[in-house]
């Protein structure tokens, strides 16, 4: 034990990164043991995470005592310990008879100074303490960079959100100037965010247009864009739906857009063949009007419930439909609960590959919950304007004019002078009566 003793007297001090022991015997109930050093009270402490079964206890020791409970546990209950440190490193085994083999490797160089607070401080991609001007006229920071303390859980979001961009950077075109479209950006926290990070601290080339309905917010962030010299940032009043004033869009944001706005900022960005597509939906009433199922008729009874279930249900059919689309994506935690309740972001990056998504379990899920997302209905609509009937389309037999025409209750539509059956759905946007 000697040599152990040795071991731990040196390596148990600032540099020490951790302590992992593990390989329980004989009649301990812990299963494993990480240690790492913390400063408590401006002294050096190290901190004890003791798992027994599903539960976890922390104790903090000071270096003498530290060594003394390690040395009782390689002794009597345990056959294995890891030790990484700036230092070097060291593994530490015991055999069945009580044999302890020790081997170490030293480190030459390139030490790492590990965190020593007891709480460890979050590392936010925009730092606390660096003042940044458009964060500071927007009220989350002071003139001295400080986070104003109301405003903490923007500054929060603020960074999670940098985080899904930085994850996305490498899908974003390299040899041209990157175009990214953010629908509904409202006051624009996120949207100056984008800016400031892919353009003044990464360096991309990159254009943002903000769009919203709301001119005063419009004005507003177009003076700040003006006052902070961000030239390739520009904010338009403008409807999700109607807007067709680029082209081609690299990257759509789409934050907080209410109810089907979500669904047609989706469709302009599959449009556009956008690259990447990062959407937090807000409100969703569509689908909670709509959502019927027998089975689970006990539970949607309840409108608390029936409201939550047919958001949720909402945003695993746009995430599936892009995947029909030809897209990766994932529906990922935004930010914590705690700090909002809209916290589900849609994360989408065209595939680069052929393959493709069968609709068959989505045609199933929604003819179950008879549902019809506007999404839907959007990639399904025909060149020529007509309402068709979603449901099977790709199983539908087309007359000589194309059009699709609905299997439901065949017997029983209305034709038209072409005697076409149409689809019974949004009949009264047709207006295709005898007159015609």
Known sequence: MEDLKGLLEKY???????????????????????????????????????????????????????????????????????????????????????????????????????????NKKKQYLLEEGIPIDFLVDLG??????????????????????????????????????????DFGCGKSYLTFAMYYYLKVCKGLNIRITGLDLKEDVIRNCSVLAEKYGYEKLEFLKGDIAKYEGKEKVDMVVTLHACDTATDYALYKAIQWNAKVILSVPCCQHELNKQIQNEQLAPVLKYGLLKERIAALVTDGLRAELLEQQGYDTQILEFIDMEHTPKNILIRA????????????????????????????????????????????????????????????????????????????????????????
């Open 349 to 436: 990056i065209r595939r680069s590959g052929k393959r493709k998504v069968s609709d068959v379990t989505y045609e199933k899920c929604t003819e179950a919950l008879h549902v019809q997302p506007t999404l839907e209905s959007l990639l399904r609509k025909p060149s020529t304007g007509i309402p068709v009937c979603p449901k099977n389309m790709d199983k539908l037999r087309k007359p000589p004019t194309g059009i699709p025409i609905c299997p439901k209750n065949m017997d029983k539509l209305r034709k038209p002078p072409t005697g076409i059956p149409i689809c019974p759905k949004n009949m009264d946007k047709l207006r295709k009566g005898a007159a015609e």
């Open 140 to 181: 989350v920071m002071t003139t001295e960079g400080k986070v104003v303390h109301s405003r903490y859980d923007k500054f929060r979001q603020i960074n999670r959100f940098l985080e899904f961009i930085e994850d996305v950077r490498d899908a974003l075109p390299k040899e041209r100037e990157i175009t990214i479209l």
């Open 12 to 118: 148990l001090n600032k540099a020490l990164l951790r302590i992992i022991i593990s390989g329980a015997r004989g009649d301990t109930d812990i299963t494993k043991i990480n240690i790492r050093p913390v400063i408590l009270k401006g002294t050096l402490c190290f901190q004890m995470e003791m798992f027994r079964g599903v539960k976890v206890f922390h104790e903090n020791l000071k270096k003498k005592e530290t060594v003394s409970r390690i040395l009782e546990w390689m002794r009597d209950s345990f056959r294995q310990l890891q030790l990484e440190s700036g230092l070097g490193m060291a593994s530490v085994l015991v055999s069945k008879k009580g044999k302890i083999t020790i081997k170490e490797k030293t480190q030459s160089a390139g030490v790492k100074v590990p965190e020593h607070a007891h």
